[in-house]
């Protein structure tokens, strides 16, 4: 069993050992009384983009805590094929639970689709609630670069570098390992509907933009699901999720 890791988030960090950060009021809050770190006691703190640092909590208290910064972590944690989740507006329950297991993945994008999705200033920010999520469960996980979230209205053409994949519960869309064959291209996207899945026109329209429909297999499953096994599917295939490191 490995030793437990205490992690903390702070945007920006610098690039140098034995540097101080500050955390702010909410991480200070929830190092010292959920985690129970104290003055003496490790903490890792990552920004984000891609950093991380093996530190020591230095000072400070349960509002502003003091850490320095010993030395870069630099093992690999992020998966090695990047993963676009196209994602179509669901109940705010189920696309906060879609944000969290999609970061824990791996996943480097989450693109809420459609016109209910989330929007900055909107819906009682629900978009940064959807980023503080996404932060809470990459110090969970392991992760040390965000997903990004960003909203979109309808799917995009994708590069010819890209494999495009509309999810599509029909009986005649292609399986997705069927999919999967050759090398593995820049990036995958993956798009999902919404509980009653993708229109017919809406499939049409994406296939025409170089969109491919692919099928999970015989049943059925929620619009918050599909999405994260067809990612793990991948990342299986071209990617690091069960298999050694």
């Given at each position: 069993m490995t030793a437990q890791r205490w992690r903390a988030y702070h945007a920006?960090?610098?690039?140098e050992a034995g540097a101080r950060v500050r955390l702010d009021p909410a991480e200070s809050h929830h190092v010292w009384r959920v985690l129970r770190r104290r003055p003496g006691d490790r903490l890792d703190v990552f920004d984000g983009v891609?950093?991380?640092?093996?530190?020591?909590?230095?000072?400070?208290?349960?509002?502003?805590?003091?850490?320095?910064?010993?030395?870069?972590?630099?093992?690999?944690?992020e998966a090695p094929l990047a993963i676009v989740l196209f994602q179509a507006a669901c109940r705010p329950e189920r696309m906060d639970w879609v944000v969290q297991k999609a970061t824990e993945l791996g996943v480097d994008e989450?693109?809420?689709?459609?016109?209910?999705?989330?929007?900055?200033?909107?819906?009682?920010?629900?978009l940064g609630r959807l980023q503080r999520i996404a932060v809470e469960s990459a110090k969970?996980?392991?992760?040390?670069?965000?997903?990004?979230?960003?909203?979109?209205?309808?799917?995009?053409?994708?590069?010819?570098?890209?494999?495009?994949?509309?999810l599509d519960e029909r009986k005649d869309a292609i399986p997705l390992g069927d999919l999967l064959a050759g090398p593995a291209p820049e990036a995958v996207w993956l798009a999902v509907g919404p509980e009653s899945g993708f229109a017919q026109d809406e499939v049409a329209r994406g296939c025409a933009r170089?969109?491919?429909?692919?099928?999970?297999?015989?049943?059925?499953?929620?619009?918050?699901?599909?999405?994260?096994?067809?990612?793990?599917?991948?990342?299986?295939?071209?990617?690091?999720?069960?298999?050694?490191?």
């Open positions: 920006e960090l610098p690039r891609g950093h991380e640092w093996a530190g020591v909590i230095e000072g400070g208290g349960p509002r502003a805590l003091v850490v320095e910064l010993r030395s870069e972590l630099t093992d690999a944690v989450v693109r809420p689709l459609g016109a209910l999705a989330p929007r900055r200033g909107g819906g009682a920010g629900r969970q996980c392991g992760r040390r670069r965000l997903p990004r979230i960003d909203p979109v209205d309808e799917l995009p053409e994708p590069p010819s570098t890209v494999l495009a994949l509309l170089g969109w491919r429909r692919a099928g999970l297999g015989p049943r059925t499953l929620r619009t918050e699901t599909a999405g994260l096994v067809a990612a793990a599917i991948v990342l299986h295939h071209w990617g690091d999720v069960g298999r050694a490191g």
